[in-house]
């Protein structure tokens, strides 16, 4: 493409001259424009751009260096040669320093003025090509599935890729020289990145960390990073940039996590069951004489002795229950059996529970507020997800001990249905979101950490997935999506047609 120049001299004569030079010069493939005044100057190139100006500094109704700023307006990436025959070196400097690419002397020789156009082109050319160099590494940056961080010498941050922002909720203008390990990475690992940060710093080496970095709800990723840094100056020189690349490995971590829960449950599964089989017997025998032992208790006259005993053996009873339950629960976990599979109503499973837990609601003065979609159907195994709802239902209990609103919600698209337990409780610490799955973890006293890592092997069995919001003092909603389970029509013969030979009547 012929670059453009634009020629701004009320000398008509020389003008015409310089437009012969450059057009017949051997160095150049150039258009040259004339215009004799600055008005018509700036109108041309506001009109048409340019590449380069070349610009007499006396003109009949502007100077040349008054000139200087609104053609680069007009045309920002085009450089401007001022031409003068009267010019003292404070004129110069203020040309340059107005932002003038070169000051030439009258009367110059031709070669002096191509070679200071060519200069200029080359210049305008340059800038072009690292503009779009960096037009291209910033889509690249922009486009990539990774994180992309860039930070100084001081760990401040430099770069900061869309896919970072998405992920830590900070956007990329904020995070410019925000520190970033002390504000988004876990404060327990810090010191592990800033080593391996300032190893890359002074050293030549790159370096892999794995650290937690806070999303943007406040809950740890496991983030796998690449850093390396660019040098200054020759090899051996300052580290001025380091850049990271990362790779969230939060769901490969979980799955690990995951598949070790299961070969160990797997493991303790024969000797679970014999367990099972030797703790039920004394557990059965319990339950037996204390039913005995309550009879005998009711046959007291004296109140005073009646009631205390029948208070002790409530409690016993109770415990008994609990053991029980959670003996249930870790036979559930360690050798689930094969779920059933028939079309499940979601909306009907979640009205069960909520009527079987009517009177711990009401108890725990819990206002329930239902949103049961009709035609929700999973295929299934109806009593497993009465499991999940149930367990649901009582985590959102246990959180809301003086009184809340628990809303149930069945609904769902073309693909998929899903149901939904949400509490006003205080929420569920982000940072620990991605252990409440696992079994054996909780925060409760006597919780025991196996109700939520059986929703989500239940919700396995089923081929679905278990999502969890929470805002802190706002409560938590826990939502289980399943395929969605369509029945297929069924074909009919059409009225009047005729049966198939043999076909029974």
Known sequence: MRARILIVDDNTSLARNLREVLEGARELDVEVALAPDGKQGLAAARRDGFDVAVVDVKLPDASGLELIAPLRAAAPHGEIVLVTGFATVDAAMAALRAGAFAFILKSFRPEELISTVAQAIEKISLKREREELERRYRAIVDAADVLILGLNAEGRVALFNPRLSALTGVGGDAALSMPFCETLVDETEQRRFNQSFQGVVEGDAAAEVEVGVRDAVGA??????????????????????????????????????????????????????????????????????????????????????????????????????????????????????????????LARVVRDVLDLEEEALASHRVEVVRDLADDCFALGDVEKLKQVVLNLVVNALDVMPDGGVLRACASGDAHEVWLSIADTGPGIDPTILAEIFDPFFTTKAAGTGLGLAIVRKIVDQHTGRVEVNTRAAEGATVRVRLPRFTPEPVSRPPTGSTPPRGAGI
Do not use: C, Q
């Open 220 to 345: 740890i990723r496991r983030v796998r990073w690449h850093l390396s840094g660019v040098r200054s100056g020759a090899r051996g020189g300052r580290t001025d940039l380091v850049y990271g690349i990362g790779i969230d490995v939060t769901e490969r971590r979980a799955l690990e996590r995951r598949a070790a829960d299961a070969e160990a449950l797997n493991a303790m599964a024969p000797l679970a069951l014999g367990l099972a089989h030797e703790i039920r017997n004394p557990l059965n025998a319990a339950v037996l004489e204390l039913h005995l032992l309550s009879r005998g208790i009711d046959r007291l006259s004296d109140e005073a002795i009646r009631e205390p005993m029948k208070r002790r053996v409530g409690i016993v009873e109770a415990e008994i229950g609990r053991l029980g339950r959670l003996l249930g629960e870790f036979l559930e976990l360690a050798r689930p059996r094969a779920p059933h599979r028939e079309p499940v109503d």
